[in-house]
């Protein structure tokens, strides 16, 4: 018996993904996979299930932060040390073109699900294992959760203001990225086994990820042996890139080069400002940050942010304000762009929608429902010629 392919149009529809992840890293993975046509089927430990279930917030007794990663997956409740649910278990890897998993680095491996024996058994699988320290190295079996990786990638390091405390990064890159490279390596691996015939192996770890996005940290402590901090807003090496003071609050301007640094300058009629020696060109700008913020806010100060914004828009100058979460949720853009979606059956709950869009497949306004802990079941088993009421 195969089990069918998701309803969700898109370019993985046909492809099986069986998902043991719980909380964020594995499931945004999946979420992303599910949204590009997917079928997910997730796994989950009988009775709690995924932890995220239990936490906060809640929206109808039902965890809002586990709806808004769980949307169009299906579950069923297995235990792996169970030989009847593990006779499951196997039926499902027969059907699956990837299992995805974000334990501890080795626990699939003591209940018999080693990639050794995953290869042998089923050739064609690609397996994914997203964990904190990844399968090698010295930190491989430690536990770990976002707030950890981003402390020990260099990532706290950079952020927040000056001789500030210890600042955490607002939304959790540790699991994210985590779960993002996860998708970019399963899409490889399913591209590479249409030649192959054979799976892969995928082993990534959180910290490794938050390495990779350190982007120019890396490369300036290379090049001249400072170690970077915090600065805030602005960027450690193009000027004028920060967030600026208006009448009313604060605006984001980001003029990468010397042609927009002029169109700024003639935008807020300081046109004397590109001949001042010290803003003759990025080194310069950027070795008197400080001065320049002074001359630019002096101007900015005298009126608001909405009318600045037009103004700034009109020259070509990248610029925007800083919008709280409502305001995204509500801007017209993100709206248009089908941003925040609904889910079904979940009274008004909406989400963050898909960001990549694809010509000629629908970008639908409503996700599939949240699954109750185990309601896949029935119809699962049904699919897999296992008698569901005697299982």
């Excluded at 203001?161 to 996860?182: C, E, K, N």
Aim: hydrophobic share 40%; net charge negative.
């Amino acid at each position: 018996m195969t089990l069918a392919p998701s309803t969700v149009e898109g370019p993985l529809n046909g492809t099986i993904i069986i998902d043991l992840t719980r909380v964020l890293a594995g499931p945004y993975c999946t979420m992303v996979l599910s949204d590009l046509g997917a079928r997910v089927i997730k796994v989950e430990v009988p009775e709690r299930g995924d932890d995220a279930r239990q936490i906060g917030p809640w929206m109808d007794d039902q965890s809002a932060y586990f709806m808004s990663l769980n949307r169009g997956k299906e579950s069923i409740a297995l235990d792996l040390k169970s030989p009847a649910d593990r006779d499951i278990f196997d039926r499902l890897l027969q059907n699956a073109d990837v299992l995805i998993e974000n334990y501890r680095a080795g626990t699939l491996e003591r209940l018999g699900y080693s990639w050794k024996a995953l290869h042998e058994s089923h050739p064609r699988l690609i397996y994914a294992a997203v964990s904190g320290f990844g399968q090698t190295g010295p930190y491989a079996s430690r536990p770990a959760y976002d707030m950890v990786v981003q402390g020990m990638g260099g990532i706290v390091s950079l952020t927040g203001q000056p001789d500030s405390p210890p600042t955490r990064v607002g939304s959790s890159v540790g699991d994210i990225t985590a779960g993002l490279f996860a998708t970019i390596g399963i899409c490889a691996a399913l591209k590479e086994r249409e030649h192959s015939g054979v799976g892969r192996m995928i082993d990534v770890g959180m910290l490794d990820c938050q390495v990779a996005i350190l982007e120019n940290a890396i490369a300036r402590y290379i090049a001249t042996g400072d170690v970077p901090g915090p600065l805030g807003a602005r960027h450690p090496t193009i000027t004028p890139f920060d967030a600026f003071a208006t009448a009313d609050g604060h605006m984001i301007i980001a003029a990468g080069n010397d042609s927009l640094f002029k169109r700024l300058c003639d935008a807020i009629g300081r046109p004397e400002l590109v001949d001042d020696e010290r803003f003759l060109s990025n080194p310069n700008r950027t070795a008197h940050v400080d001065e320049l913020k002074r001359e630019i806010e002096s101007t900015l100060g005298t009126r608001v942010t909405n009318d600045w914004l037009p103004k700034l828009e009109e020259a070509g100058v990248p610029c925007g304000p800083i919008n709280n979460v409502q305001d995204v949720v509500e801007d017209p853009h993100v709206r248009a762009r089908n941003m925040i979606v609904d889910v079904a059956g979940a009274n008004g709950f909406s989400v963050a929608g898909n960001p990549i869009k694809y010509s000629d497949i629908s970008d639908p306004p409503e996700r599939g429902a949240v699954p109750a802990l185990d309601s896949g079941r029935v119809d699962i088993l049904k699919e897999l010629g296992v008698d569901p009421y005697t299982s």
